[in-house]
Structure formats: structure tokens, C-alpha cells
């Protein structure tokens, strides 16, 4: 079984010419079913906890966050989302509904949010560490301001906290704080240890995602090797995905992860369906 589980829509709209794309690119990729995880920033309902969330000062990052939120953002809602969901599932599309939800600290509010809809699967992913979008490359100056060491306690602790939330299936795209090559001096494997366990404790899957391989500097599939020998040392499940925007992308290097994955010992991929997921061999 050969998936995607993690893409976006969003650069476009919910028509079906836009997405058609996606299709036709994961057929010809040999990927048998996608699964679209929009953005949480996508939804009105999310746009009040985005606020409370961010910097959003006068400072350059709170200038520039602020100006981030301005930019197509909060388009839809989710209601809006789930119906063009449903009619490609009725129009025979192997498609899967997911959310790619952000770890706001606010984690009741995202419970309130999510109680009143369904998806096939949700993914919490780490994009900000105290109030700062740490993959903006056009604030990538903020890496110098702090040492790594404290980077990575923030980046575990938010790992910690969105999997003690009870409201995830899977933890998306791990440890990609690698991505404008900040690598660290000094002993990881504690902080590895406790993102492993966390996530073990949830019951989650995590994401292996070649977003990071063609997308950011780093040029590698996360989570890297490490922390991919410590999931599977706590047997944590995975999904593989491309993190798609466009639809070219789709199923990108999705051979690869495979391949990485069984490397690293799996051979099963996670298939979700209303929030059940069911093991497969990996193709």
C-alpha cells in the first residue's frame, strides 16, 4: 500500500480543477491513496487562537508574523472544507480527510474546536516555539538569538504538550528544527528519548516527511536518522507523505521514504479511516 498522507490545498481553492493535479500526479507516482491535511491558519475558526498564539509585536518578527496572518489566511471553514471533502470521496477519488493542526498552547481551545467536526485522521505538528514561527526563513535571524540547546528543550517540551492533549493521531514531519542546518554540539538523544515517549504514551504515529528533503536547505527526509532509530526503538507507528502544496509535488519522493522506512526497520504503513487507522505493508 503506497500512501500520502500529508499535503495542502490550500495554494489554490476547493475546486475541482485545482486538485486535480494532486490525482494525476499520485497516479503516475504509483501512490494508491492521498490524504489532505490543510492547515489549521486555513480555517476561520483557528483565527482567534492564532492571535493569542504568535508574537505579534512591534518587533521585525512580530511585524513580520502579523503580516504573515494577513496573507491568505482563514479563507474557509472547516464545514466549507469537509463538504468539497465528501464530494471527491462520493466522486470516487481515493482521498482521505486530515487536519495539520499547529501546537498552540491553548490546547482546550483546539479540543473545542475539533469536538464539533469529523476527519479521518488528525496530525499536530510543532511550528512555533514560544510564539515564534521557527521555519519563517525570512526571520531565520531569530536561530542566532537563542542557543540550540534551549531551542531543542522548547521544540521536546512542545512535543510533550501537544501529545498530552489526547487530540492527535499523528505528530507531523519530527525534529524538522534541522532545517536551516542548525545541527547540535551536544548529546540529543535525551531530548529524542522524551519526543519518542511522549508520542508512544499518546498512542500516535509519527510523519515521515520528504517536505524537508526538496523544500528547506537541510535537504533530508524527517525526522532524520536519529530520532528514526528512536520511534522505532519505541515502535511507533508511521504514515509517509510529501508535504505537498502544489500539485507537482504530490507522491514526491514518496519511493524514498518508503525506503528509509524499511531501512530504519518498518514495513508497515498506518491507513487511516475516521480516526481508526489499520496496519498495511508498505509497497
Given at each position: ?68 496572518l ?10 466549507e ?20 493542526v ?13 469536538a ?5 485522521y ?21 536561530w ?8 531543542y ?7 510533550e ?78 504514515i ?6 502544489r ?31 489499520v496496519p498495511?505493508?508498505?509497497?
Amino acid at each position: 500500500m503506497r500512501i500520502d498522507y500529508h499535503m495542502h490545498f490550500e495554494y489554490g481553492s476547493y475546486d475541482l480543477d485545482w486538485v486535480q493535479g494532486f490525482f494525476d500526479h499520485a497516479r503516475s507516482r504509483g501512490i494508491d491513496e492521498i490524504g489532505i491535511s490543510e492547515h489549521s491558519h486555513g480555517f476561520i475558526e483557528f483565527k482567534d487562537l492564532y492571535y493569542e498564539e504568535l508574537i505579534l509585536d512591534e518587533s521585525p518578527v512580530g511585524q513580520y508574523q502579523r503580516q504573515w496572518l494577513t496573507k491568505n489566511k482563514f479563507r474557509y471553514s472547516i464545514k466549507e472544507y469537509l463538504q468539497f471533502m465528501d464530494l471527491l470521496k462520493k466522486k470516487g477519488y481515493p482521498v482521505k480527510t486530515g487536519i495539520e493542526v499547529c501546537n498552540f498552547q491553548n490546547q482546550e481551545g483546539v479540543r473545542a474546536i475539533l469536538a464539533e467536526h469529523q476527519f479521518d485522521y488528525i496530525i499536530g505538528s510543532v511550528h512555533f516555539l514560544k510564539g515564534w514561527g521557527y521555519d519563517f526563513a525570512d526571520i531565520k535571524f531569530v536561530w542566532n538569538q537563542y542557543s540550540l540547546k534551549d531551542i531543542y528543550e522548547w521544540y521536546t517540551a512542545a512535543i510533550e504538550h501537544l501529545c498530552a492533549a489526547g487530540l492527535y493521531d499523528v505528530l507531523g514531519h519530527p525534529f524538522n528544527i534541522r532545517l536551516f542546518k542548525n545541527f547540535p554540539d551536544f548529546d540529543v538523544q535525551p531530548f529524542l528519548d522524551r519526543a519518542a515517549q511522549a508520542v508512544h504514551k499518546a498512542g500516535m504515529a509519527i510523519d515521515i516527511n520528504t517536505g524537508t528533503l526538496y523544500r528547506y536547505p537541510v535537504m533530508e527526509i524527517s525526522p532524520y536518522p536519529a530520532f528514526m532509530a528512536t520511534a522505532k526503538k519505541y515502535n511507533i507507528p508511521i504514515i509517509v507523505s510529501s508535504d505537498a502544496h502544489r500539485p507537482e509535488d504530490c507522491g514526491r519522493h514518496i519511493d524514498m521514504a518508503e525506503d528509509y522506512a524499511k531501512a530504519h526497520g518498518y514495513d508497515e504503513v498506518l491507513v487511516f479511516a475516521g480516526r481508526k487507522a489499520v496496519p498495511y505493508k508498505l509497497s
